[in-house]
């Protein structure tokens, strides 16, 4: 069974710098694709920034970018210019791209906190 | 206009009674899932519905029962509710089944039973 795995339960960086979140992942599978999901105090989740296994490129969305090691089956998020309101719980998540249904298999999550 | 939406947005009730979660989307997606966030927020895959068809069905005690009357909406009915149930409810909903599609989620809904 697939699972990810985020070794910082809490993180925090002071506003303007830049901070990495850690997810590793277990899989036997070579392609599939890893997903960031933010959830802000409104418990709303929210993608943040996607990478598809086969893509060598690191995925890039404005302040967020990953870094993602396929052989090290690891894909870390990092943060730049970090402002107040990236304050929020960080999941890491797996999806297989099965022909059925396939659900995001999540890390227990980063408790990020962004210090004025 | 929300995407995803589940009502209620929070439930308090006595243990033993029975309860219920609607969720709709209006995206046009195939695609349902309900998760369960634990106290530790931590978040786990319950049921996964494709055109109302029920897809996956993980670990979750019988007294749970989701329903789908059509693709854009699936519930989650809960009998002889437990302390143990409290937690948050997340309905989300993807395009296809599978590939980097995102899985848009709703508000999530707070069950707390007492």
């Given at each position: 069974a697939q699972t990810v795995t985020q070794s910082q339960p809490e993180m925090s960086v002071q506003e303007a710098e830049t901070v990495t979140l850690s997810c590793t992942y277990d899989t036997s599978e070579s392609d599939y694709y890893l997903f960031w999901y933010k959830q802000p105090p409104s418990r709303q989740m929210i993608l943040v920034i996607r990478q598809e296994a086969y893509k060598q490129q690191n995925a890039t969305e404005n302040r967020f970018s990953v870094n993602f090691q396929k052989a090290a089956k690891s894909f870390s998020l990092k943060i730049s210019d970090s402002q107040l309101g990236d304050a929020a719980m960080y999941f890491c998540a797996y999806r297989f791209p099965h022909s059925g249904n396939t659900p995001l298999v999540f890390g227990k999550g980063t408790r990020l906190s962004v210090i004025a | 206009d929300t995407a995803v939406s589940q009502t209620p947005k929070y439930l308090v009730t006595q243990m033993g009674n029975d309860k219920s979660i609607k969720c709709e989307q209006n995206l046009g997606h195939d695609t349902m899932y309900w998760y369960k966030q634990d106290s530790k927020k931590f978040l786990k895959i319950m049921f996964s519905y494709n055109n109302k068809e029920l897809i996956?069905?993980?670990?979750?005690?019988?007294?749970?029962?989701?329903?789908?009357?059509?693709?854009a909406h699936l519930n989650l009915h809960i009998n002889s509710l437990e302390l143990g149930d409290s937690a948050v409810y997340f309905c989300a909903s993807s395009l296809i089944a599978g590939g980097p599609n995102e899985q848009f989620f709703g508000p999530g809904t707070r069950l707390t039973v007492l």
């Amino acid at each position: 069974a697939q699972t990810v795995t985020q070794s910082q339960p809490e993180m925090s960086v002071q506003e303007a710098e830049t901070v990495t979140l850690s997810c590793t992942y277990d899989t036997s599978e070579s392609d599939y694709y890893l997903f960031w999901y933010k959830q802000p105090p409104s418990r709303q989740m929210i993608l943040v920034i996607r990478q598809e296994a086969y893509k060598q490129q690191n995925a890039t969305e404005n302040r967020f970018s990953v870094n993602f090691q396929k052989a090290a089956k690891s894909f870390s998020l990092k943060i730049s210019d970090s402002q107040l309101g990236d304050a929020a719980m960080y999941f890491c998540a797996y999806r297989f791209p099965h022909s059925g249904n396939t659900p995001l298999v999540f890390g227990k999550g980063t408790r990020l906190s962004v210090i004025a | 206009d929300t995407a995803v939406s589940q009502t209620p947005k929070y439930l308090v009730t006595q243990m033993g009674n029975d309860k219920s979660i609607k969720c709709e989307q209006n995206l046009g997606h195939d695609t349902m899932y309900w998760y369960k966030q634990d106290s530790k927020k931590f978040l786990k895959i319950m049921f996964s519905y494709n055109n109302k068809e029920l897809i996956i069905n993980e670990t979750v005690p019988n007294r749970f029962s989701p329903k789908s009357p059509d693709k854009a909406h699936l519930n989650l009915h809960i009998n002889s509710l437990e302390l143990g149930d409290s937690a948050v409810y997340f309905c989300a909903s993807s395009l296809i089944a599978g590939g980097p599609n995102e899985q848009f989620f709703g508000p999530g809904t707070r069950l707390t039973v007492l």
